[in-house]
């Protein structure tokens, strides 16, 4: 399982990118993402989980989130990708 990080936002988005993507080959599919540790973020967190999606479809794999923080889901539902991002 990969987990996001206490804080994402659009200054720590490219690092957190690179990190989760390095993780994606030793994971089965579904690459489920814990989300639970998020406290501070921002629409980047959207960007980044977008960005990891594609990574794990290329790869032939799907991805969950669990634990998602219920701003981190308004958010999805503001911007209308929640369907792309769905719950383990």
Avoid: N
Wanted: with cysteine; proline share 6%; hydrophobic share 45%.
């Amino acid at each position: 399982m990969l987990s996001l990080p206490a804080e994402l936002t659009h200054d720590l988005a490219t690092a957190s990118l690179a990190q989760l993507v390095d993780g994606i080959g030793a994971e089965a599919s579904p690459v489920v993402v814990d989300a639970s540790p998020l406290q501070r973020f921002d629409s980047s967190a959207l960007a980044v989980l977008l960005e990891l999606r594609r990574t794990c479809l290329r790869a032939g794999k799907t991805l969950v989130l669990q634990g998602q923080p219920q701003h981190l889901s308004d958010l999805a539902t503001l911007y209308g990708i929640e369907g792309l991002l769905p719950s383990a």
